[in-house]
């Protein structure tokens, strides 16, 4: 471990000191910009953007809705009213109410914390166990590597749905488990498109350059690799959270999500489906807000890809 | 000019339109071309040569447009053509010679088939013996066995090879102007020279008329008849090669003329005898191939020393071995044979925990300054990256490193916040250069450190390794393809051939009196090296 | 080329083996009993039984032998084409699959045929067109596709062309008109996906210095993009056509659920849902094999496509 070779003379370093002093004295006028500064930057000619800052609104609109749903309706969601059932959308129900005379847009909006939540979940299961897989397989290298890959290429052997499936199966129906089947079923992904990434930054100049410099693997990892693969894996992300939702609310709607009267997305649209031909807004509207909530999400992801481009 | 214009240019304008506002790429240009001649034109990136270059074929991009002036082909005025127009003049009236070969054959059509379809085209009609003439077509670029090559696949060329095969997609419609956009800047020096000459003497033998676009003034003068020089969208200078070389009226083809490095080789007093600070002996390299094939020889019995304050160029093409070489004195690969001495301990079978106290001793500048710097590190964190890894300096005492490491290479301070992509090619460079003197190395490895960068800027970056030389006593190993940057460097050459070294010595003694067939070959092929009006050369 | 085959067959071997392997521990082994779990799938309840039936319905189902035994008797039965009985059903799970699995590929099938054509289709177009505001539409019109539910847009098309129009039965396995409103319905996430990717790819090919030569050399615009932009841009598309075979398949089961229809999909969502574990083990396994197949065959297709890839060993 030790190195006998005569370091270069000590006072190289002390010396570049002492002229840094020297230079401090000269009261520079340059002064580091803040991240935060260049976030802002960054941000702005994408928020100039219409649809952009629309489709932001959007989701932060579902977001609202699974923190507090209360703020957006008056409604009770599990309120019945016989007398008021399967109404047409109009001013006071602005998307109708359902075979029980419970109002279709509280239900929507209540509907967002189960599936919203779940898709977070979803999401943060498939990032934490991708990333982790794709980091440890890209920067390993040989068997850890291939055996890695292999499994991914098992998991992506499996349809979604039909892991998911088999996985709600073994622990039972609900939000919960449905939120991890779907989780593991996106995770293949993430694991690759981090490997990618990782394999493709490792190779560029600047990684060397940080090597040469005496950088530490870990904190070129830390420093370079990450940061810079974080861009893919985080339009990914945006991307799948949209998936999830879908995903989610296509195991609810076949019935494996909570139980009832709680409902999310794709089980107030299974619940609509009886009433197609009388009441075709019970399942067409929550349907088009679910649309409109992953459009938004595909939209901006697809923007902050193009700007970074 | 007896004959009428081929092509006449008058007052051409062109803007493109970026993020909303306009941007003039081109202003006011004037020339014209005579049946036969060759017309040069030359000027740096961003001086609107190639824009010139579309404009004369109609392949002017969606967001570009003709502003005002005429561009006249054969006595029709083009410059608002429609596309129906462009297209019975594109390949029968004016061909196209790409920039780079590697990727302007479509990669998964066949050559004969790519060939055969601009033949097809000028005929306009398909016809029996198509294919006996895309042969004689490949065999007239000098192509060998080209009933072969016809049933080849572009990745099976090498570059120069496909170089000509976009000569023979050029000739193919007979034109009477040939476009050569930077026709050879992606090959190697001696296979640019030999494209070049069978170039010009196919167009030569035919009659066409020549338009070569290039940024190398030397090229230009050796090839053309006439030359435009162009800045930023004008035209500086129009005049025959001798005008230029014996007397460029504008003072920014002066300043052009004086950036191309002069081949002069320069004489420095020796090496102070006493130890090398670096020094391989005997070193090879060799790769695993996969199981036929069996080991690849990288490189083979190269030996050097360099000693404080001195610069050791390694001259080769792409292949010679130069980059492994480099990277073996790097430690970042382990030598199959010899060793890696620095101040005269081993460290050839290092590991890279064990090479990690070196690397303040000795850092490397890279080829490509457009990779070479993290896109979201700011050049104040690029630039202290090799301190704070080290634990050097923290706080207040970093901030000040940087600025004056910025200083050193002449930028400004305030470039310390910017990002990489908000500086230019130059730029980069001088931050990378910054970044590898950071931790005060006697050695510093530059690996193509100028191949990247317009010419003036070239010559910007060598004073400034120059002055850095002088002033920090730094020795470089220099690895470079370009002759006349190393003449200009280098004490000490050392030419490298398919991994084996052919020639080496002081500088003087290797470029003025090249004793192997290969490094004669070598400085033959330097543009303007060759013609007897230039006033600058040896 | 031979050793290449011979590697790539035991790599396909191998994952269809880990995809059975991951499979079965996920049923057998997270938590919940799976003896309660098979014995409500046949219709009796475990609280109501004693001790010893218990025993006797633990061996019946072969349970109360040691995982790895479980695991290797299921393994060797399903080479040899035996996947056990279904629970709820009765009938073996082989034969289940053989009556089901014609109305499944004949679905896949169409709906893989239907995204090509879509797909391919909308992004040829995108890219010729010329006009930038229905290019800028056309762009985004693939987000749109994969922004939709499966099942929700089932129940569209059933309002408008069934109820609405009347032009297609809404449910059924009957006959071709039948399969039109599925088909469709499974295509669409697909086609968008296609477009999408063929979409970028042109984006990416137009910019690429070959198609300026080709345009140099006097061709239309038309034709430089079928003969030079075309089979460039749809390279990607092959790796993701053996890739959608397992969406198509997720697609498949809401599309048999919500049009009623007798496949294999509905199939699993049964199982599912009465928790009959044979059934959704042979339906994963059948799957990932579909998947495997399809990928292998993808692989083998793609030096055909793409020149510059050889299986066979590079000498440089």
């Not at chain 1, 498109?193 to 990782?198: D, M």
């Not at chain 2, 005929?123 to 004689?136: E, F, H, L, N, T």
């Not at chain 2, 600025?403 to 301070?413: A, D, K, S």
């Not at chain 2, 084996?500 to 004793?515: I, K």
């Amino acid at each position: 471990m030790t190195v006998d070779i005569p370091l270069p003379p000590i006072e190289a370093v002390p010396a570049t000191q002492g002229r840094t002093r020297h230079a401090g004295r000269a009261a520079t006028p340059w002064q580091r910009r803040t991240r935060l500064q260049r976030a802002v930057q960054a941000l702005a000619p994408l928020l100039r953007k219409p649809g952009f800052s629309l489709a932001l609104l959007v989701v932060l609109f579902a977001l609202l809705a699974a923190l507090v749903p209360q703020v957006l309706t008056g409604f009770d969601p599990y309120a019945t009213s016989p007398a008021d059932k399967l109404v047409a959308p109009n001013a006071v129900h602005w998307f109708g109410t359902d075979e029980l005379g419970r109002d279709l847009y509280t239900r929507v909006v209540y509907g967002a914390r189960l599936s919203i939540l779940a898709a977070l979940l979803a999401v943060a299961i498939a990032l934490v166990g991708g990333l982790g897989l794709g980091v440890l397989a890209g920067f390993a290298g040989g068997r850890t590597d291939a055996l890695l890959m292999r499994l991914v290429d098992v998991l992506l052997a499996l349809p979604g749905l039909l892991l998911a499936l088999a996985i709600v199966t073994a622990i039972g129906f609900g939000t919960v488990p449905v939120a991890v089947a779907v989780g593991v079923g996106i995770l293949p992904g993430f694991a690759r498109t981090t490997r990618g990434e990782v394999l493709r930054i490792k190779t560029l100049p600047y990684v060397e350059a940080a090597r040469l410099g005496g950088a530490s693997w870990v904190r070129t990892l830390w420093r370079h690799v990450l940061p810079n693969a974080w861009g893919p894996v985080a339009v990914l992300a945006t991307l799948d959270f949209g998936a999830a939702i879908l995903a989610t609310a296509g195991l609810s709607f076949l019935g494996f999500g909570a139980a009832p009267p709680a409902a999310e997305w794709g089980t107030l649209i299974a619940n609509g489906r009886h009433f197609l031909i009388t009441a075709p807004w019970v399942s067409l509207l929550p349907g088009l807000f679910l649309v409109a909530v992953v459009f938004s999400l595909n939209h901006l992801a697809r923007s902050a890809e193009e700007h970074a481009r | 000019m007896s004959h009428p214009p081929l092509v006449e240019v008058r007052d051409l304008a062109v803007s493109y339109r970026v993020a909303g506002e306009r941007v003039k790429a081109l202003k006011q240009v004037t020339f014209s071309l005579a049946p036969g001649e060759t017309l040069a034109i030359v000027g740096e990136s961003g001086s609107g040569k190639s824009t010139l270059a579309n404009a004369l074929l109609g392949l002017l991009p969606g967001n570009a447009r003709v502003d005002q002036g005429q561009v006249w082909v054969e006595g029709v005025d083009v410059a608002h053509a429609s596309e129906r127009t462009w297209r019975t003049l594109r390949g029968r009236t004016v061909g196209l010679v790409p920039q780079d070969p590697m990727v302007s054959l479509n990669p998964t059509l066949r050559i004969g088939r790519q060939v055969a379809e601009a033949l097809v085209l000028a005929r306009g009609r398909r016809y029996r013996g198509v294919d006996a003439d895309v042969q004689a077509l490949l065999a007239q670029v000098g192509l060998d066995a080209p009933a072969l090559r016809a049933r080849q696949y572009p990745h099976e060329l090498s570059g120069g090879m496909r170089q000509r095969v976009l000569i023979a997609i050029a000739l193919a419609g007979e034109p009477r102007l040939i476009i050569a956009d930077e026709p050879t800047s992606a090959l190697d020096v001696t296979v640019q020279r030999r494209i070049l000459d069978h170039l010009q003497q196919l167009t030569a033998e035919r009659g066409i008329a020549l338009l070569i676009i290039t940024h190398d003034l030397g090229m230009a003068c050796d090839r053309a008849d006439r030359l435009l020089v162009m800045k930023q969208g004008e035209p500086v200078e129009l005049a025959t090669p001798r005008q230029v070389l014996w007397g460029a009226q504008q003072p920014y083809t002066r300043a052009l003329l004086n950036a191309a490095p002069a081949f002069v080789p320069r004489r420095r007093p020796r090496a102070q005898p006493g130890q090398p600070l670096l020094r391989l002996h005997n070193v090879g390299k060799q790769f695993a191939l996969p199981a036929p094939a069996g080991t690849f020889t990288a490189l083979q019995g190269l030996s050097l020393s360099l000693h404080a304050g001195q610069t050791l160029a390694i001259v080769g093409e792409s292949g010679s071995g130069k980059s492994t070489a480099l990277r073996i004195a790097l430690g970042l690969e382990t030598p199959s044979t010899g060793h890696v001495e620095y101040s005269g301990v081993d460290v050839s079978g290092y590991s890279w925990r064990q090479f990690r106290p070196l690397r303040r001793r000795v850092q490397l500048v890279q080829q490509n300054p457009f990779a070479a710097l993290d896109p979201r590190f700011t050049v104040y964190d690029s630039i202290v990256e090799p301190l704070v890894a080290f634990g050097l300096l923290k706080g207040p005492a970093l901030e000040h490193k940087a600025v004056e490491l910025i200083r050193r290479v002449g930028l400004p301070e305030q470039f310390l916040d910017r990002l990489p992509r908000e500086l230019s090619g130059g730029q980069r460079q001088r931050v990378a250069i910054a970044r590898a003197l950071a931790l005060a190395p006697e050695v510093l490895l530059l690996d193509e450190p100028v191949s990247a960068l317009d010419v003036s800027v070239q010559a910007q970056i060598l004073a400034l390794l120059d002055d850095l030389q002088r002033e920090l006593k730094v020795a470089y190993v220099l690895v470079s393809h370009d002759l006349a940057v190393v003449a200009s460097m280098a004490d000490q050459v050392l030419v490298l051939c398919h991994g084996q070294v052919v020639e080496q010595g002081p500088a003087a003694q290797v470029l003025g009196h090249p004793g192997h067939p290969y490094t004669q070959a070598l400085v033959a092929a330097i543009p303007g090296h060759s013609r007897s009006v230039l006033p600058v050369a040896v | 080329m031979k050793g290449y085959l011979a590697g790539r067959l035991a790599q396909a071997v191998l994952v269809l083996w880990g995809a059975y392997t991951l499979t079965y521990f996920i049923l057998y082994l997270l938590p919940g009993d799976t003896l309660a779990i098979m014995l409500s799938a046949s219709g009796m309840e475990a609280d109501g039984l004693s001790a010893q039936e218990l025993a006797q319905a633990r061996a019946f189902y072969g349970l109360d032998k040691g995982v790895f035994e479980q695991y290797f008797a299921l393994l060797w039965g399903a080479l040899q084409g035996d996947l056990g009985q279904s629970l709820s059903l009765g009938r073996p799970v082989t034969a289940l699959l053989a009556e089901r699995l014609p109305q499944t590929l004949a679905l896949a099938g169409t709906a893989i045929g239907l995204s090509l054509l879509a797909g391919v289709g909308l992004a040829y177009l995108t890219a010729y067109v010329q006009w930038r505001p229905l290019k800028a539409a056309l762009a985004r019109l693939p987000s749109l596709g994969f922004s939709v539910p499966v099942f929700w847009m089932g129940l569209l098309l059933i309002q408008v062309f069934a109820f609405g129009l009347g032009w297609f039965p809404a449910t059924g396995s009957q006959g071709t008109a039948s399969l039109v409103l599925p088909a469709i319905t499974l295509a669409i996430p697909s086609a968008a996906v296609y477009a999408q990717v063929l979409q970028r790819g042109f984006q990416g090919v137009w910019q690429e210095p070959y198609i300026a030569t080709a345009f140099a050399k006097g061709l239309s615009r038309a034709q430089v993009q079928a003969r030079h932009g075309l089979r460039n841009a749809a390279l990607p598309l092959l790796t993701l056509v053996g890739l959608q075979v397992g969406n198509t398949v997720s697609g498949a089961v809401l599309v048999e659920t919500i049009f009623s229809r007798n496949g294999v999909g509905r199939l699993a969502q049964e199982a599912v849902l009465r928790q009959d574990i044979p059934v959704v083990l042979a339906i994963v396994a059948v799957s990932a094999a579909a998947f495997v197949v399809v990928n292998l065959i993808v692989d083998l297709l793609y030096p055909y496509l793409d020149p510059r890839i050889t299986h066979t060993a590079k000498v440089s």
